[in-house]
T-cell receptor
Framework: EAGVAQSPRYKIIEKRQSVAFWCNPISGHATLYWYQQILGQGPKLLIQFQNNGVVDDSQLPKDRFSAERLKGVDSTLKIQPAKLEDSAVYLC???????????????FGPGTRLTVL | GNSVTQMEGPVTLSEEAFLTINCTYTATGYPSLFWYVQYPGEGLQLLLKATKADDKGSNKGFEATYRKETTSFHLEKGSVQVSDSAVYFCALSDANTGNQFYFGTGTSLTVIP
């Protein structure tokens, strides 16, 4: 079974530029997550999708970050414009189902390391 | 609210030494608990999990027991190998908060021959 795919693996941009990241979850996984992992910290959830709907985006800085999951499969995360403090690894994860009474394991992609100069 | 507190690192051990990485949590409901491992240049991989009190998760010689009375989920391994060198993250997921994951800050482990 193929894992979660992400691209690019690395990106270097200057502040105020735009950048986009792509994620392809494990086939059949309805739930998709984007996390931000700053060096030395644990991952922080940015947004969670169930199919193509947003479940939780309470920690997404909506003035500069946006995400979409068209057709309930692939997802893109965009930053426009980038700031120095956005330098981090952006992780995508997926899980097989969402249920109010059961917790599912999340499977992570390799991440995209973003450096903002 | 929900949170996870992990033992500060980095941790350096000799091969075949005993490993303990402490993890305690705060949760409003009845969370599931996880240990993820991150090898250099790779994404997080699930190492083990436990979904209810007194459950023991185990994998690759690692184990952790869900202790509700002490709100802990400490990771242990009896004899570490060089290949265990990685960053270890404790996490919880609470169905009451939409299955959102809360991660600790990670503990870096280096095993020397």
């Amino acid at each position: 079974e193929a894992g979660v795919a992400q691209s690019p693996r690395y990106k270097i941009i200057e502040k105020r530029q735009s950048v986009a990241f792509w994620c392809n979850p494990i086939s059949g996984h309805a739930t998709l997550y984007w996390y931000q992992q700053i060096l030395g910290q644990g991952p922080k959830l940015l947004i969670q999708f169930q199919n193509n709907g947003v479940v939780d985006d309470s920690q997404l800085p909506k003035d500069r970050f946006s995400a979409e999951r068209l057709k309930g499969v692939d997802s893109t995360l965009k930053i426009q414009p980038a700031k120095l403090e956005d330098s981090a690894v952006y992780l995508c994860a997926s899980s097989s189902r969402f249920s109010g009474g059961f917790t599912d394991t999340q499977y992570f992609g390799p991440g995209t390391r973003l450096t903002v100069l | 609210g929900n949170s996870v507190t992990q033992m500060e690192g980095p941790v350096t051990l000799s091969e075949e030494a005993f490993l303990t990485i402490n993890c305690t949590y705060t949760a409003t409901g009845y969370p599931s608990l996880f240990w993820y491992v991150q090898y250099p240049g790779e994404g997080l991989q699930l190492l083990l999990k436990a979904t209810k009190a007194d459950d023991k998760g185990s994998n690759k010689g690692f184990e952790a027991t869900y202790r509700k009375e002490t709100t802990s989920f400490h990771l242990e391994k009896g004899s570490v190998q060089v290949s265990d060198s990685a960053v270890y993250f404790c996490a919880l997921s609470d169905a009451n908060t939409g299955n959102q994951f809360y991660f600790g800050t990670g503990t870096s482990l280096t095993v020397i021959p």
